[in-house]
Structures are given as structure tokens and as C-alpha cells.
């Protein structure tokens, strides 16, 4: 019996190496990128909340 899929064992374990390794690359890069986005956005967030915060609470009391 001779199957059609044949494995080469000397360049498959090499190739997914390979592919381990660029996905793990990928990962860090887009976490170097995702990260102080994260980061800005929160700030901007928190100045937001705290003038929100201040409007509503002088906004009434003027009243």
C-alpha cells in the first residue's frame, strides 16, 4: 500500500518552527502597538469623567 501524503520529517519540524515563531512575533508587535493606545484612551477617559463629574456637580448647584 502506498499512501499519497508522504511526511518529510527533516524540513516539517523546521517550518513549524518557523510558524511559532512569527506568530509569537506578531503577538509582542501588536501588544507594543495596542498597549499605549490602551493606555492614552484611559487618560482621556479619566480627564472626561472628572470634567463630566465637575459639570454636573457645579452645574447644579447653580441652580
Not at 523546521?14 to 484612551?41: M, R
Amino acid at each position: 500500500m502506498n499512501t499519497s501524503t508522504q511526511f518529510n520529517t527533516s524540513t516539517g519540524g523546521g517550518l513549524g518552527f518557523w510558524k511559532i515563531l512569527a506568530i509569537i512575533a506578531v503577538i509582542l508587535i501588536a501588544c507594543a502597538v495596542i498597549v499605549p493606545i490602551l493606555k492614552g484612551l484611559f487618560w482621556v477617559a479619566l480627564i472626561g469623567l472628572a470634567l463630566y463629574g465637575g459639570f454636573m456637580l457645579f452645574g447644579k448647584s447653580g441652580q
